[in-house]
C-alpha cells in the first residue's frame, strides 16, 4: 500500500464527508424552513431596487 | 459568510456580494481549462496550421458573441443569464430551450473536467511509477468538493476561482517567458517540426473541421451573465469582466498554440490528454512541470466550479418559473445559494463523468453551447427592433449592429457543418433531443408557468405587439 | 383575464424531473449503443517504420523519445491516423433542414407564447 493507495482512499472519505454534510444541512434547512420562505426569490425584483431604467423615450 | 445585508422581511433572495473581478474569474475560469486540454483536438482534425486558423476565428465568433451579450445582459440582469433573456425578448419556448442548452452546457464540461483531473492525476502517478490507478475517487471528490463549496456560499466560491484562475493565466504566461522563444537556444523549433510537413493535411476541409474544438478555446465566456443577480453593479461589471475575459483568453489561445506547436510533433499533439502539462514537460525544466501540472489541475477545478455554479442558476430560475418543478426554485436561507439545484445536478454530473467517454461529453457540451450562440443573433436582432436604442436605457450598446450579429450566425453555421463532420449522428440525436423536449413543454409543461408575470423587467410595450 | 396556472403536487413534480432525466441520458447513451457514435481516426501503420518513411525530422524523433517513444514502430498508430471526412450530400442536407426546422419550431411556438404574455401583462390592445 503506497502512497497513491493511501490517496485513493482519502479522496473516497473525504467526498462521502462532504456529500453527507450537504445532505444533512438539505434536510436540516428543509426541516426548519417552510417551503413558502424558501421559494419566495423573484425574478426582477432586486433590479427594481438596484437599476433604474428609464422608460419613455 | 457574514450576512449584514439581510432584510427582515421573509423573502429570501440571492446575494449581492461580488465585484468585476469575480466576473472575470467566472467567465475565465470557466474557459481556461479549454487552453490545458480540448483545444489541441482541432490540431488533430485539421493540421497545426488549422488550429490556428479557428483559434482566430473562434475568436471572432466569441467576440461577437461577447458584444451581444453585454449588451442584453447590461440590462436584463437576472440568475438565468440568457435564459432570462429568451423570456423577455423571445418567448417562453425559447427561453426554455436557453435554459437547458446552458444547464447542459455547463453540466457535461464539468464531467469533462472532472474527467480530466482523473487523467492528469493517473499521468502523475505513472510518472511516479504506481500504474493503474483508481482515477474515480479523483473524479467524484473534485465534483463533490465543488458542489459542497458553491452550497457554501458564491462569494467564497468565485474568490477561490479567482485565485486558481490567476495562477492557471500566469501559468501560461511563465511557460511563453520559461521556453524563450527569441533565444537562439530555445526549445521552440517550429521550423524543423512543421517544415517539412504539408502545411494543411487535410487541406481546407480540415480547418473547416477544426472549427469542431476552435469553440473549446473559449466556450463558456458567456456564462458571466449568470452572476447577474450577484453582481453589485450588474450594468457596469458584466460588460466590463466579460470583455477582460475575452482578451485573456485570446492572449492565453495564442500564447498556447505558439509554445505547444513548437514544442512537439503535430500528431502527438492532436491527440494528447494534457498537452501544455506535456509541453512543460519538453521544456526540461522541473520547475516548469511542477508550474503547469498545478496549472492542469487548478484550471480544471476553476472550470468545473463555474460550471456548478453557472448550470444551478440557470436550472434555478426555470425552477422559480415554474418551467421546471417549482421546488427547485429555492434559495437556501444562510448560504443564499439555489441550494436544491445544485444538490441535484451532482449525481447527473456523476453519471457522465463516470460513464461516457469524453469526446462524446464534450461533444454534448459544445453542441448545446453552439445552438445557444445561434440563439443570440436572432435575440439582438429582435431586442432592438421590439426596444429600439431609445426606449429603454442599456448599459452597454454593442457596435456597428447588426454586423456582429450577421457574423455570428455565418460562423455558427461553419461550425454546424464542422460538427458534422465526424460527429454527425450526435448532432442530429441532440437536435431531435431538443425538438421532444419542446413539445414537452409546449403541450405539457407551460400550463404551470404564469403568462403574464415571468415577464419581469420594467420595459416599456414592446414595438410591434 | 389573467391565467391561473394549477399548483402541481409533488408527485406530479417527481414524474416531470424523471421525464427530462430520461430524456437526457437516452440521448447520450443511446447513440452509443446504436455504435454510432465518435469518430475515431483510423490508423493506417505502414510496414517496418522508420522515422524518415514516417516523415518525422530530427528534431521531431528527439521529441518522440522525449516523450516516451524510443522507437518508430512505438509512434506508428498516432503518427498516421487521420479522420475520414467523406460524407454524402444528401447527410449534410437532412442536417440542415433539422436545424433549421428546429429554430423555426421553437421560434413559431414561442411568439405565440409571447402574444399571450405580452397581452396579459402590458393588457390587450388593438
Redesign the interface.
Known amino acids: 500500500m503506497d502512497i497513491w493507495n493511501m490517496l485513493e482512499y482519502a479522496a473516497w472519505g473525504l467526498s462521502i464527508l462532504f456529500g453527507l454534510h450537504m445532505i444533512y444541512d438539505w434536510y436540516k434547512t428543509d426541516s426548519t424552513y417552510s417551503e413558502d420562505v424558501l421559494t419566495s426569490s423573484r425574478e426582477g425584483e432586486l433590479e427594481a431596487m438596484a437599476e433604474h431604467h428609464k422608460v419613455g423615450s | 459568510m457574514s450576512q449584514t445585508t439581510a432584510k427582515s422581511s421573509?423573502?429570501?433572495?440571492?446575494l449581492?456580494v461580488l465585484g468585476p473581478a469575480h466576473v472575470w474569474a467566472l467567465g475565465v475560469g470557466i474557459v481556461l481549462v479549454g487552453e490545458y486540454m480540448g483545444w489541441n483536438f482541432a490540431v488533430?482534425?485539421g493540421g497545426a496550421y488549422a488550429a490556428l486558423i479557428a483559434c482566430w476565428a473562434a475568436g471572432l465568433l466569441y467576440t461577437c458573441v461577447a458584444m451581444i451579450d453585454s449588451e442584453v445582459t447590461s440590462?436584463v440582469?437576472?440568475?438565468?443569464g440568457q435564459y432570462?433573456q429568451a423570456k423577455h425578448i423571445?418567448?417562453?419556448?425559447?427561453?426554455f430551450?436557453v435554459g437547458l442548452y446552458l444547464v447542459?452546457a455547463y453540466t457535461m464540461l464539468e464531467a469533462a473536467n472532472a474527467i480530466t483531473v482523473g487523467f492528469l492525476?493517473d499521468t502523475v502517478?505513472g510518472m511516479?511509477g504506481?500504474s493503474g490507478?483508481?482515477q474515480r475517487?479523483?473524479i467524484?471528490?473534485s465534483i463533490?468538493?465543488l458542489?459542497?463549496l458553491n452550497?457554501r456560499g458564491v462569494l467564497a466560491t468565485l474568490t477561490f476561482s479567482l485565485v486558481i484562475t490567476a495562477f492557471a493565466f500566469v501559468a501560461i504566461i511563465v511557460l511563453f517567458f520559461g521556453v524563450a522563444p527569441w533565444n537562439v537556444d530555445s526549445p521552440l523549433?517550429h521550423v524543423?517540426?512543421l517544415?517539412?510537413?504539408p502545411a494543411l493535411?487535410?487541406g481546407w476541409?480540415?480547418v473547416l473541421?477544426a472549427m469542431h474544438f476552435g469553440l473549446w478555446y473559449y466556450l463558456g465566456i458567456e456564462g458571466t451573465t449568470q452572476a447577474a443577480?450577484e453582481v453589485r453593479?450588474?450594468?457596469r461589471s458584466l460588460p466590463f469582466g466579460t470583455m477582460a475575459g475575452i482578451i485573456t483568453l485570446l492572449i492565453a489561445a495564442t500564447l498556447t498554440w505558439y509554445v505547444s506547436t513548437g514544442?512537439?510533433?503535430w500528431?502527438?499533439l492532436g491527440?494528447a490528454g494534457v498537452p501544455l502539462f506535456?509541453a512543460a514537460?519538453?521544456s526540461g525544466s522541473t520547475v516548469l512541470m511542477v508550474i503547469l501540472g498545478i496549472g492542469t489541475l487548478f484550471s480544471t477545478l476553476a472550470s468545473a466550479n463555474g460550471c456548478i455554479n453557472d448550470a444551478s442558476r440557470a436550472w434555478f430560475?426555470m425552477g422559480?418559473?415554474?418551467y421546471?418543478?417549482?421546488?427547485f426554485?429555492?434559495?437556501?436561507?444562510?448560504y443564499r445559494t439555489p441550494?436544491?439545484s445544485i444538490?441535484f445536478l451532482?449525481p447527473?454530473a456523476l453519471?457522465?463523468a463516470l460513464g461516457?467517454?469524453l469526446?462524446?461529453?464534450i461533444t454534448?457540451s459544445i453542441v448545446s453551447g453552439l445552438l445557444g450562440y445561434?440563439f443570440m443573433p436572432?435575440n439582438i436582432i429582435l431586442f432592438r427592433r421590439k426596444w429600439p436604442l431609445?426606449?429603454?436605457?442599456r448599459g452597454y450598446v454593442h457596435p456597428f449592429h447588426p454586423l456582429p450579429a450577421i457574423v455570428l450566425l455565418a460562423l455558427c453555421g461553419v461550425t454546424?457543418?464542422a460538427v458534422?463532420?465526424?460527429?454527425?449522428?450526435?448532432?442530429?440525436?441532440?437536435?431531435?433531443?431538443?425538438?421532444?423536449?419542446?413539445l414537452?413543454f409546449?403541450f405539457w409543461?407551460?400550463?404551470?408557468?404564469?403568462?403574464?408575470k415571468?415577464?419581469?423587467?420594467?420595459?416599456?410595450?414592446?414595438k410591434g405587439? | 383575464m389573467a391565467y391561473k396556472p394549477p399548483n402541481q403536487g409533488k408527485i406530479g413534480q417527481v414524474i416531470d424531473v424523471i421525464v427530462l432525466l430520461a430524456l437526457t441520458i437516452g440521448t447520450l447513451y443511446i447513440p452509443l449503443w446504436l455504435g454510432l457514435a465518435g469518430a475515431a481516426k483510423t490508423p493506417a501503420p505502414i510496414e517496418n517504420p522508420t522515422w524518415e518513411t514516417l516523415n518525422q525530422s530530427p528534431v521531431a524523433v528527439e521529441r518522440w523519445n522525449a516523450l516516451g517513444f524510443a522507437d518508430p514502430a512505438s509512434a506508428n498508430d498516432i503518427i498516421t491516423a487521420r479522420f475520414d471526412y467523406s460524407f454524402a450530400m444528401g447527410e449534410l442536407l437532412i442536417m440542415a433542414v433539422v436545424v433549421i426546422g428546429y429554430f423555426f419550431l421553437i421560434i413559431r411556438l414561442s411568439g405565440k407564447e409571447y402574444h399571450e404574455v405580452i397581452a396579459e401583462k402590458f393588457g390587450s390592445q388593438k
Open positions: 421573509p423573502k429570501i433572495s440571492l449581492r488533430g482534425k440590462t440582469a437576472a440568475a438565468g432570462a423571445i418567448g417562453p419556448l425559447m427561453a430551450n447542459f492525476v502517478a511516479s504506481h490507478i483508481d475517487p479523483f467524484v471528490l463533490i468538493f458542489a459542497w452550497y523549433k524543423e517540426l517544415g517539412n510537413q493535411p487535410y476541409l480540415g473541421a443577480e453593479s450588474p450594468a514544442l512537439m510533433p500528431e502527438y491527440q506535456d514537460r519538453l430560475s422559480r418559473d415554474h421546471l418543478p417549482a421546488w426554485g429555492a434559495v437556501h436561507p444562510t441550494y436544491r444538490i451532482v447527473i453519471i457522465f461516457a467517454p469526446d462524446q461529453v454534448f445561434t436572432l431609445d426606449t429603454i436605457k454546424y457543418v458534422f463532420l465526424g460527429y454527425g449522428t450526435q448532432l442530429v440525436s441532440m437536435v431531435a433531443f431538443y425538438i421532444v423536449v419542446s414537452w409546449h409543461r407551460y400550463q404551470f408557468v404564469s403568462r403574464g415571468q415577464f419581469t423587467m420594467p420595459w416599456p410595450r414592446p405587439y
